[in-house]
């Protein structure tokens, strides 16, 4: 697909959080699964509605089922008006169908029914929507091919089951307070909800590709990395509307080190130079994922050129994203920080003249990194890249 076809998709993004009058269960006819995803897309994830059509056939639409998929997850995770008992109810039945019990079509139903009566009425009505269309995602899962089918379920079930236990853990802390205890916990976070995804993505490249099987040896040690760092910067990009929600993402530990005692001090104009501590060593964190994660495209072959451009592109953005947070005056202020259009642009240009060249995609890395804070140090490579494949069980599963 060229640059110029790609772009509509930016401009026919639907904006986020508009309330909405509908039905709490939106009435979705089983229509063509390829549609189902093509429409929803664009309208749940600004990222990877730009980056997945750069992949080649079956694996773009794969791709775009699997994600859809997560992003169920992650709705019912985020709707705070639940109880954590009851969204890790909703998250261990989704895991449950992703295997396709025998009764999944029925299960799939009353899932998605309960789950979108459950929801908020204010809760995007595009995110309801894809609740709704649970079964279209599951059926299309069913049709594809088995290795396929194991790598989504692998993913979608460590997904789910971690968010179930994370939401659950939050919960039974004596003070309720808000955000994750320590920099490794947020670490361990992103590898439920992100790292997860670079494991699956990576055993669809090598199912897909014989030349990305051959590099497995060394994609899967730092697979975990690339989801990692993404993630992270999502939860850098939102501190605000997260907190907005009622939910924080960062580690108590480091808020304690630079003087924040509360999370919503983080919304204090007078701490900003504290607040402004945080940021830098949040994004040193993010750094040194980004580090590993510029390695994991650098393993992918070279004649997998489309692949390594589906992995470039969001990278890109991530990095011009935290340049720019990094610059941010207002640091965690109320207006949502994220690269213009322009620059989205000229990303996907520079990811497809650079993303087959290791040489200049180094470069180009090199310059934009830069700007940023230097990355956390680690005692050991080695150590830093098998986080994944050790203590997180997410390679390895």
């Known amino acids: 697909m060229a ?25 979705l006819a089983q229509h063509d699964s390829v549609a189902f995803s093509r429409d929803m897309l664009p309208r749940t994830s600004r990222t990877f509605a730009l980056n997945t059509p750069l992949l080649p056939r079956p694996l773009d639409d794969i791709v775009a089922k699997a994600y859809l998929l997560c992003r169920v997850a992650d709705t019912i995770e985020d709707e705070a008006a639940l109880t954590a008992s009851v969204r890790a109810d909703l998250l261990r039945e989704l895991g449950a169908l992703v295997a396709l019990p025998p009764n999944w079509r029925e299960r799939s139903a009353t899932l998605a029914d309960r789950a979108c009566r459950l929801l908020r009425h204010d809760t995007d009505h595009d995110q309801v929507r894809l ?4 079964p279209i995602l599951l059926d299309d899962l069913a049709a594809r091919p088995r290795p396929v089918h194991e790598l989504v379920r692998t993913c979608v079930q460590d997904m789910t089951a ?29 590898d439920i909800v992100a790292g997860t995804v670079g494991v699956m993505l990576t ?40 907190l907005d929600a009622g939910r924080c993402w960062l580690p108590r530990s480091v808020l304690a080190e630079c003087g924040i005692d509360n999370p919503e001090q983080l919304r204090d104009p007078a701490m900003i130079t504290r607040s402004r501590d945080v940021l830098r060593r949040m994004i040193a964190a993010g750094h040194r994922e980004l580090v590993l994660a510029v390695e994991y495209i650098q393993a992918l072959p070279t004649s997998d050129a489309a692949v390594r451009r589906f992995c470039v592109a969001p990278l890109l953005m991530a990095v011009l994203t ?3 947070l990094w610059t941010n005056q207002e640091v965690f202020g109320p207006q949502p920080v994220k690269i213009g259009r322009r620059a989205v642009k000229t990303a ?50």
Request: a positive charge.
């Open 203 to 242: 055993g669809l490249f090598a199912w897909h590709s014989g030349c990305a099987a051959t590099a497995l040896p060394a994609l899967e040690p730092r697979a975990a990395a690339f989801g990692r760092a993404l993630q992270l910067v999502n939860i850098l990009k939102d501190v605000r509307a997260d």
């Open 162 to 190: 971690g968010m179930a236990d994370t939401l659950l853990q939050r919960q039974s802390q004596p003070d309720r307070t808000p955000g994750l205890r320590d920099l490794d916990e947020v670490l361990d976070y992103c």
């Open 322 to 324: 935290l340049g720019k």
């Open 131 to 134: 609740v709704a269309g649970l």
């Open 348 to 397: 996907l240009f520079v990811t497809r003249v650079s993303a087959a060249r290791p040489a200049v995609l180094g470069s180009v890395f090199a310059v934009l990194r830069r700007r940023l804070p230097a990355p956390l140090p680690v005692e050991s490579e080695q150590a830093d890249i098998c986080r994944a494949s050790t203590a997180r069980g997410v390679a390895g599963s």
């Open 3 to 27: 640059l110029k076809d790609m772009w509509w998709l930016l401009r026919s993004e639907a904006p986020s959080g508009t309330a909405t009058s509908a039905p709490p269960t939106p009435h």
